[in-house]
């Protein structure tokens, strides 16, 4: 057995991701459990801005929504929605951003709104709230999703949010997409990249104890693999103290 | 002089078949006024609401609305919402319609109503199935570079409903904290009710003008209720009911529980002091609970010029 | 740590032929970046300004610009701006092109590039000659009522100069009083100079980050420069120095009496130090004069939310 | 002699034009001491709204430009130009606005642009401002200045604001234009207003001591006359005592 949860391993490899980063879109739960990583280890330079109009929060608890008031006292700016959309995501401010999905296909691409027919729905899930033009406008797209058969499927049966759509070459800037798109996928299994020829996502990195098959037996499509397919080196103890003892003590999102 | 109570409020701005918009990201949700709209029976609302929350949640659970216009259904931090997923999936009480947009694109359409602007444009709905969904949605082509820019058409909804911390008996609403598309919301609408958690004097307004986030010019209603957001928060004022938010998940997963939550928290009292006692006798502890420490602002100088021709 | 000196601000981010917008809606001027970019011997700038105001009639005459992208060319209460006229009317001392707008469609141009839009709309340039000097201003037509409506480009300065009462040595900078344009000229711009009257500690801002209008993120470099808005005004610092309005009036109607101002108070000083030193020895009560009283904002509570799962 | 001068004429007529007029948009000088004339004789609800963002202002001095400190300490509220521009203005919240010109013509359109051929003009002059949008947003507009033939033109040189156009029926409304136009043209001599059905300017009513010949000597075209021409009545004592003890008691404006 290992010495760490599958959900402390995401966020691992979520804030390892981050290295360099400077402004970082962030939702609750693991995502802000793992930019406050990066901010301590790789990237101290790194500005979380909330989808609620925080910018330069510290929060004094961890934030149970990302409107959680302990995100606005003592935050460097709050601002209006407007702003937010039209500033600081459309206005090309934002360098990564973080999403999630009950359903992603093989470029990427994301459905976070409905299962079965959108009139009739089987269930109806969120929508988009931001992840439409977050997809669209952040420089770099990192999803963060559980690996699940019903989750990485061939066809998506409704598109929230854009990928790398059906990766024909230049199709995101010929619609005018001023993000680069989806660049990983970190799972509780492994870690996705995309190719950048063809836009179609490929096993990047495995972790420890799992294997490729496992892997696989998860994902609807036949998977591309990495010529220099890597083992995701292991939460280190300093990672795993700053989650344990400081991040998430309570263990709300990592057990 | 425009205070006057919920009741009122809500009798004289709130009728069947408007459209109506409860607004506030997460924070400074308007509980009792949705209340009160509940138990006044109002019928084929149009809800106007960026993130529909536990309060449309319950609305259309107690079989409000016909309409819901929105931009992300969930119980930030907790799960679905159930009712609304009750009614979009089975038709539970009633059939809801949807017309659903981005976030951005629920922010564009307030901006639109609240400028009177034929539409507003925005960079989304590119390559994805929203837009296919809502034949709202369009596209116009710029004079400068023939780009491709999705619009969305203007929002005024018949009545707004914007909970903040503070104005005076005129109208001059203050805010701070998450800030959301609650003025946007305000200037579009025909009508306008604040409710707050105190009534200042003016001169308290006058001290920082540039807090007012609502002038009196589009306020016709101002309802003094205190705790009138829980279970929501008012930055400074409250905390977050986390443990309702989570209980909620729980209730409104059956319609009947729901119902039966209704008829006792809504249906069951008289007003929202009524529901405030109800809680109190459940949790004596429960404003304490609630209550955040204090982080004052440090006051700004705006100075006083009253010298002639400095 | 972005706080540096105005000098150096000056030279690296302002070069000759650079779009350059110095905002500040009657108040927060920034005449010492102004002053110090004339020192620097700039040429061929697009200024761009809602109001040129005597900041820009001072740079024109210097010889900095080549054209004047603006709405309103006046000496708000006193007059005419005399050098700007001298150079649209009699190309002295050089030609200056200008691309005129409304108040409007300089705030549209400016949000427009704030927020990366290819257009902003405004319902505006009906039955007037303003559309017709500027072919920058076009028309598209709404997809939901066929009603034309007016357009302007976005406006991306490649600087842009930002006059505010505060900032941290970060760039995070809070603004009250009039606000302007600032935010969006700030946003639109590839470079921000935040020139303030007194950096703070970061606790400070944190303290009210609802006053924060210009974020770090978009900030380059911060100049402390107190006084540095003078003759214009910062709401709660110092008054507007009106004498000097009316003094300007009487100076700028003549090339010879400008230049020599020019060569006395900007190119006779090293730096605003200098500007200030010289002002005091004219005047050694002018900050007297200028002096606001004291009107301070009542502080807001934020609260402090440390509980955890309240 | 007169015991008032032309400015306090001016002032007072502009006061009593706002009888019962709730939000006014309002420039510094003449129309300021207007706005706060009427908000203590016809119309006590007025509330003020200046070109800066400033409502609800309590000025300790009078202001020497919309933009003077003295409107922002102790106001309402303070918003940015695009709030002002978008929401209020456009957004239709504004009642009453006051405009001047340079020059005129007989539809109330105006010229505040310049004198002479635009690329090399005679004379430069301000611009447009907020002008151009407060005459198509503003439900009615009064303008006022000085009747001066120069200034009365048959032919505007630019046209900055529109005002009746060229007099057609339900011109304005067919452009698109939400407010009702000019209404009135406050002048040092007489008071205009503009037919309904052919939005021409006709002299409406005239000052003390001024002759119909003497108006229509400084209006470059024929002018048009009330069958029912006034006599303006003259400033009372009590409007006269309001601008002089406290209004401009300095005699900035007035005199």
């Known amino acids: 057995m290992a010495d760490y949860t599958p959900s402390e391993m995401m966020i691992v490899c979520s804030a390892r991701a981050l290295a360099g980063e400077r402004v970082v879109f962030v939702g609750v739960g693991l995502p802000n459990i793992a930019c406050n990583l990066a901010r301590r280890t790789v990237a101290p330079d790194l500005e979380l801005v909330y989808e609620s109009g925080v910018f330069g929060a510290r929060p004094a608890r961890l934030p149970l929504s990302i409107g959680d008031p302990t995100l606005v006292s003592g935050a460097t700016s709050v601002c209006p929605m407007s702003d937010l959309f039209m500033n600081y995501l459309q206005g090309g401010r934002i360098e990564v951003a973080f999403l999630g999905a009950a359903q992603i296909d093989r470029f990427g691409n994301l459905n976070t709104t409905v299962i079965g027919d959108y009139r009739r729905p089987k269930v109806r899930l969120p929508g988009s709230g931001g992840a439409c033009e977050i997809a669209i406008h952040a420089q770099k797209v990192f999803i963060i999703t559980r690996l699940k058969k019903r989750a990485f499927v061939e066809r998506l049966e409704f598109i929230t949010s854009a990928g790398h759509l059906t990766g024909r070459p230049n199709q995101r800037k010929s619609l005018g997409m001023p993000g680069s798109g989806p660049q990983r996928v970190v799972t509780d299994k492994a870690v996705f990249r995309f190719d950048a020829d063809s836009g179609e996502m490929f096993l990047s990195s495995i972790h420890p104890g799992v294997t490729v098959a496992q892997v696989q037996a998860e994902v609807s499509w036949p998977l591309k693999i990495a010529a220099d397919l890597q083992t995701t080196p292991p939460p280190s103890p300093e990672e795993l103290r700053l989650i344990r003892a400081e991040l998430d003590p309570t263990g709300m999102y990592t057990t | ?310």
């Not at chain 2, 001169?203 to 807090?211: K, L």
């Not at chain 2, 059956?254 to 039966?260: F, K, N, R």
Request: glycine letters at 8%; charged letters at 20%.
């Open chain 2, 1 to 310: 002089m425009k205070i006057t109570a919920m009741r009122n409020a809500v009798t004289r701005y709130v009728h069947d078949g408007d459209t109506v918009a409860i607004e506030g990201f997460t924070a400074f949700i308007g509980f009792a006024a949705a209340h009160e709209i509940i138990r006044q029976g109002r019928q084929n609302l149009t809800l106007c609401r960026m993130t529909p929350d536990l309060i449309y949640d319950q609305m259309i659970a107690a079989g409000c609305a016909r309409k819901l216009i929105f931009s992300y259904l969930g119980n930030p931090g907790v799960g679905s919402l159930h009712c609304i997923r009750r009614a979009i999936e089975k038709n539970i009480p009633r059939p809801l319609e949807i017309e659903e947009y981005s976030h951005f694109g629920m922010v564009g359409r307030y901006t639109a109503g609240a400028a009177r602007l034929p539409f507003f444009p925005l960079k989304s709905y590119l390559g994805v199935d929203i837009n296919r969904a809502n034949p709202r949605i369009q596209f116009v082509t710029s004079p400068y570079s023939d780009e491709n820019i999705a619009v969305v058409p203007p929002l005024n909804p018949d009545v707004a409903v914007i909970h903040a911390q503070r104005a005076d008996a005129n109208g001059n609403t203050q805010l701070w904290g998450l800030l959301g598309v609650q003025k946007e919301a305000a200037f579009a609408a025909e009508h306008v009710i604040v409710v707050v958690e105190e009534i200042v004097d003016e001169a308290v307004i006058r001290s920082d003008p540039n807090r007012t986030v609502i002038p009196h010019v589009v306020v016709d209603a101002v309802v003094h209720q205190p705790f009138g957001a829980h279970p929501s928060y008012v930055q400074g004022y409250y905390d977050r009911d986390n443990k309702f938010y989570q209980e909620w998940d729980k209730i409104s997963r059956d319609a009947g529980q729901t119902q039966a939550w209704l008829d006792e928290w809504v249906f069951g009292v008289d007003d929202w002091t009524g529901y405030l006692q109800k809680l109190e006798t459940r949790e004596p502890e429960i404003r304490t609970r609630l209550a955040p420490g204090q982080a004052l602002s440090r006051p700004v100088n705006y100075g006083l010029y009253g010298r002639e021709g400095a």
